[in-house]
């Protein structure tokens, strides 16, 4: 039985372990898996230069790509019922818009830890989701 059940809780899924623990974590905060949605955000390719490998994939290959993935990795029976969402864009903002879209009342992320200059440099994803969602998150650090 969960704590506190939710009606709707989404998990962005980078494919980490810690992303995947962060599913987990959230299946115990629901009732029913079908209340959990996990999302994986690819990033938009730019355009590139005639002959690179790049120019012969495109959004809708990578999207199958990747949702092919997720099922293969998530076919135990505790996941029955999750739905998958891929999208292009930036993650935090992508999240943030999807969990609104849904109506969601928690956010369940993984957040990688990162400090000083790598994160300067990289940004955070678990930050903007923070600052931008519209329900609580929660985030969960090792």
């Known amino acids: ?3 506190a059940p939710r009606q709707k809780v989404i998990v ?9 623990d962060a599913l987990d974590t959230a299946l115990d905060l629901v009732d029913d ?4 949605s996990v999302i994986n955000v690819l990033a938009v390719l730019e355009p590139a230069e005639p002959g690179v490998i790049w120019a012969t994939i495109d959004e809708e290959s990578r999207a199958r790509h990747a949702e092919q993935a997720m099922r293969e990795r998530l076919t135990d029976a505790k996941y029955k019922g ?3 969402k891929i ?3 930036d993650a935090g903002h992508e999240v943030a818009r999807f969990a609104q879209e849904q109506g969601a009342d928690l956010i369940v992320l993984s957040s990688h830890g990162r400090t000083g200059i790598k994160r300067l440099l990289i940004g ?5 989701i923070v600052r931008l969602a519209h329900c609580p998150v929660l985030v969960l650090r090792k």
């Open 82 to 84: 999750v739905e998958i």
């Open 124 to 128: 955070s994803v678990a930050e903007r």
């Open 33 to 36: 898996a079908k209340k959990v």
């Open 12 to 20: 962005p899924i980078d494919f980490s372990d810690d992303s995947f």
């Open 87 to 89: 999208e292009f864009g």
């Open 1 to 3: 039985m969960a704590w």
